[in-house]
């Protein structure tokens, strides 16, 4: 009887069903496996950015923010024009175009790590390319700066980067929201469903 209630209540504690990416990710899998390898090399990390997509759109092409911003990626036009310059090898603009996104996107969150230093490892580097990505990579220079300056450790991103910017309260809400979804919420996810790794199950 004992070893019954015991069972019952493990039972009771497992999740209905484990989470399970939408149909649009399943659909496009393979293509992301192949960009993220063609620009970070064989171990570049699917996972995120497969979240970061889960973010942005939703793995929904053709949606239009409020804002502007448009595609699976959600590039303003500004920065989809700015990309193709840096990296004419993408070919004209097409932020609607789901392979054009996720290469542009990889290239771009590739384009922030390496101007991103001094990191204490994987995970903090990783959020602070993605605050990049989201704000600008001037915006994260200059948090890193203000953290300095206020005697925290600016190689930290919780409890330390996150904390000091000059932004509006609701710019600064919108990015440390941004980064913790793709990170901690999201990743562990596809992480789960994919496979691969996270580097922040530990910051």
């Given at each position: 009887m004992i070893r019954l209630c015991l069972l019952l209540m493990l039972v009771g504690c497992q999740p209905a069903s484990a989470?399970?990416?939408?149909?649009?990710?399943?659909?496009?899998?393979?293509?992301?496996?192949?960009?993220?390898q063609q620009t970070w090399g064989l171990d570049g990390n699917v996972a995120i950015h497969a979240a970061q997509i889960q973010q942005e759109s939703g793995w929904r092409p053709d949606v239009d923010?409020?804002?502007?911003?448009?595609?699976?990626?959600?590039?303003m036009p500004s920065t989809s024009a700015w990309i193709v310059e840096i990296y004419p090898d993408l070919g004209p603009a097409a932020p609607y175009s789901?392979?054009?996104?996720?290469?542009?996107?990889?290239?771009?969150?590739?384009y922030h790590w390496q101007r991103i230093t001094g990191t204490a490892n994987a995970c903090q580097h990783w959020a602070m390319t993605l605050s990049a990505y989201?704000?600008?990579?001037?915006?994260?220079?200059?948090?890193?700066?203000?953290t300095t300056a206020a005697g925290d450790d600016a190689s930290r991103w919780w409890g330390h980067v996150a904390e000091?910017?000059?932004?509006?309260?609701?710019?600064k809400q919108e990015n440390r929201d941004y980064v913790d979804r793709i990170l901690l919420r999201y990743t562990p996810n596809y992480v789960s469903a994919w496979g691969g790794r996270s580097p922040c199950y530990r910051f």
């Open positions: 989470w399970q990416p939408p149909a649009n990710a399943e659909r496009y899998q393979r293509e992301l496996t192949r960009i993220v923010s409020p804002v502007g911003a448009q595609g699976l990626a959600q590039f789901p392979g054009w996104a996720m290469r542009a996107m990889t290239r771009y969150d590739r989201n704000g600008g990579l001037g915006w994260v220079n200059r948090d890193r700066r203000l000091h910017t000059n932004r509006a309260g609701w710019a």
